[in-house]
């Protein structure tokens, strides 16, 4: 199983406090994953989703909170190569539903309402309507690939209420439109660590932070690594270059010829070729600071500089 199926399976057997928090959660679901569909002035209402244990969820808060005969089909899809679930309600139990979930506006069947605030106004129905949501169509990926989470919608102002119950809790949810869809989402580790624990997600949340410490661990150990080899090749880099100098003056001018301090630190960089300059300067008696032994070394450059030019000349 995915990460992501792993976190919806652990979310749908997660036990609700009462039926306040059942319709807060239907009420994040219906938009995601419920269809509506009017014939001869019915209005029926079906739930379709490829998740088992989210079947058996819904199934269980219709039958055990309304007595609702709902029919449960499963349906093998060619083209998916998966199975899909559909739970029916009739005509009454559909109309019940949604007017519990106060999910259509007034007499006009055909106007939804996006915006449960009646059960959402405080954050244990926020908490549950942000789970129904991210159960009827949320995506977390693995967060050994990457740090990322959605939630897919159809509607702005829907996707608009669901971001905005997201940020109550300070996550930083954004929108962005895909295709047809809007987006929801998160890609800061500590937000999606912080939304599966307001969703309920204990276990999968230890997993993500886990695999989340790992990866920060093995981060810096790379990062580390890679500072180590570039202050080793500019050491070898420097070195190479500051030999190259010493070497040409001595051949060209001779070593007794200079100061006695930059004779000094020429000796031993010729015989310490792989040392820093501070480590140079830690060698002197008395000892000098890694500034003025690269001053030093400017001043070894310049001289080899000049009798590269009076040569050319």
Do not use: W
């Not at 749908?12 to 009462?18: A, C, D, I, N, Q």
């Not at 979930?101 to 939804?112: A, D, S």
């Not at 800061?188 to 624990?197: E, G, T, Y």
């Not at 276990?203 to 180590?228: A, G, H, P, Q």
């Amino acid at each position: 199983m995915s990460f992501s199926s792993n976190v919806k399976e652990e979310l749908s057997k997660l036990p609700v406090s009462g039926y306040e928090i059942v319709l807060a959660e239907l009420s994040g679901l219906v938009p995601m994953c419920g269809i509506l569909s009017y014939n001869n002035g019915k209005i029926f209402l079906e739930f379709n989703t490829e998740n088992p244990s989210l079947t058996r969820r819904v199934f269980t808060f219709l039958r055990r909170y309304f007595d609702f005969n709902c029919e449960v089909r499963n349906v093998k899809s060619k083209q998916l190569k998966k199975n899909l679930y559909t739970i029916s309600l009739d005509e009454d139990s559909s109309k019940v539903l949604l007017d519990e979930l106060k999910f259509i506006k007034g007499e006009n069947v055909f106007t939804r309402n996006y915006k449960p605030l009646n059960l959402t106004q405080d954050v244990l129905g926020k908490k549950a309507y942000i789970r129904g949501s991210f159960l009827g169509a949320g995506i977390v990926v693995d967060p050994k690939k990457s740090y990322h989470l959605e939630f897919v919608c159809n509607n702005l102002e829907h996707a608009q209420f669901l971001r905005d119950n997201i940020n109550y809790f300070n996550l930083g949810a954004k929108i962005v439109s895909r295709k047809d869809n809007l987006i929801i989402y998160l890609k800061d580790a500590q937000s999606i660590s912080d939304i599966l624990s307001l969703m309920g997600a204990h276990n999968s949340l230890l997993d993500f932070e886990n695999t989340r410490v790992i990866k920060d661990m093995r981060n810096n150990v790379n990062r580390i690594v890679n500072c180590e080899s570039y202050n080793i090749n500019k050491i070898v880099k420097t070195s190479y270059n500051q030999v190259q100098n010493i070497l040409y003056i001595k051949e060209h001018l001779g070593l007794d010829k200079i100061s006695d301090d930059l004779r000094e630190i020429c000796l031993i960089r010729l015989k310490h070729r792989d040392i820093s300059l501070g480590e140079i300067g830690k060698m002197l008696k008395p000892p000098l600071s890694k500034s003025t032994i690269n001053y030093r070394f400017k001043k070894i450059n310049n001289i080899a500089n000049k009798l590269r030019g009076d040569l050319n000349d």
